[in-house]
């Protein structure tokens, strides 16, 4: 499992686009996917700041990728009293 640490909607843009690229789709296939315009996936991908947070989660969803919030310093699978035990085999694999 790769993660990203995310500081900015730029960072999530540009993690949308390469897994974009990396899948070989188009701007318009995944706008098509998610119910938006071509336009407002150009805007997102540019690291647009107002882009709505639920879109930009449809389209992370689409492309196979999730966003994982954690508190800064936890490592990750580990979100206070609970543990996400997807994540840890995953790591323990090697994922």
Known sequence: MTTLRVRSIRDIAAA???RRL????????VAKRVGV??????EF????????LGLALRVLDELG???D?????????FGGDTVD???VL??????
């Open 16 to 18: 949308a686009r390469g």
């Open 22 to 29: 990396d899948l070989g789709l188009s701007q318009a296939q």
């Open 37 to 42: 315009s071509r336009k407002w996936i150009v």
């Open 45 to 52: 991908e540019a690291g647009k700041s107002s882009a709505e």
């Open 65 to 67: 990728l999730a966003l």
């Open 69 to 77: 919030v954690s508190r800064q310093g936890e490592a990750p699978g």
């Open 85 to 87: 035990l997807d994540v």
């Open 90 to 95: 995953e790591e323990h694999r090697g994922g």
